[in-house]
């Protein structure tokens, strides 16, 4: 059964950072791209960022391009994000998500149940 | 980047009745779109990829189509537990990967 389990959310001040992690289990972690999306409150999706199989190709979405960094561990079957200079605007539940292949082009077929950050003093 | 429109915002229909929903993309994403069903409180779940294929345990009233820039999401005979908010997403062009604003499917 394919897992996905994010951690590393909690609240913290504007200015500061905090590192997000997705521990996936019941698939062969380095055979696919992931993602992450997140929701702020009462508000639809937006995709984050996405990593290949093997870290190769990276995207993110401009609203955190120069603050937040994704990387991944396939020894430890891990996804991680890296998130500085956060705003009060990146208060959201942050899902990490599967896709179906292993590079860009492809749909995500798996979701953890999310980790909620909130940016507040 | 690539916009993507749902339509409607809010859509009230009775059990048992069919409800179509609506998506629009600014520019062609070819058949690279997908739907995705949210329950409050929950993950996303995968319902059609490929515009019109379903994703594994998709019971057969949820059917997708279109194209280009205009796509469909029909179900056809509305359960309970099928009222929810809807996505579609694009994945032909990233980053970024673009979703729609949701359509909130209510019980009338």
């Known amino acids: 059964e394919v897992q996905l389990v994010e951690s590393g959310g909690g609240l913290v001040q504007p200015g500061r950072s905090l590192r997000l992690s997705c521990a996936a289990s019941?698939?062969?972690?380095?055979?696919?791209?992931m993602h992450w999306v997140r929701q702020a409150p009462g508000k639809g999706l937006e995709w984050v960022s996405g990593?290949?199989?093997?870290?190769?190709?990276?995207g993110y979405a401009d609203s955190v391009k120069g603050r937040f960094t994704i990387s991944r561990d396939n020894a430890k079957n891990s996804l991680y994000l890296q998130m500085n200079s956060l705003r009060p605007e990146d208060t959201a539940l942050y899902f990490c998500a599967k896709a179906v292949g292993a590079t860009t082009g492809y749909y995500f077929d798996y979701w953890g149940q999310g980790t909620l950050v909130t940016v507040s003093s | 980047e690539i916009v993507m429109t749902q339509s409607p915002a809010n859509l009230s229909v009775s059990p048992g009745e069919r409800a179509t929903l609506s998506c629009r993309a600014s520019?062609?994403?070819?058949?690279?779109l997908a739907w995705y069903q949210q329950n409050p409180g929950q993950a996303p779940r995968l319902l059609i990829y490929g515009s019109s294929s379903r994703a594994t345990g998709i019971p057969a009233r949820f059917s997708g189509s279109g194209s280009g820039t205009e796509f469909t999401l029909t179900i056809s005979s509305l359960q309970s537990e099928d009222f929810a908010v809807y996505y579609c997403?694009?994945?032909?062009?990233?980053?970024?990967?673009?979703f729609g604003q949701g359509t909130k499917l209510e019980i009338k």
């Open positions: 990593i290949s199989w093997n870290g190769g190709t990276i």
């Open positions: 019941g698939f062969t972690f380095d055979d696919y791209a």
């Open positions: 520019q062609s994403v070819s058949s690279n």
């Open positions: 997403q694009q994945y032909n062009n990233w980053p970024p990967y673009t």
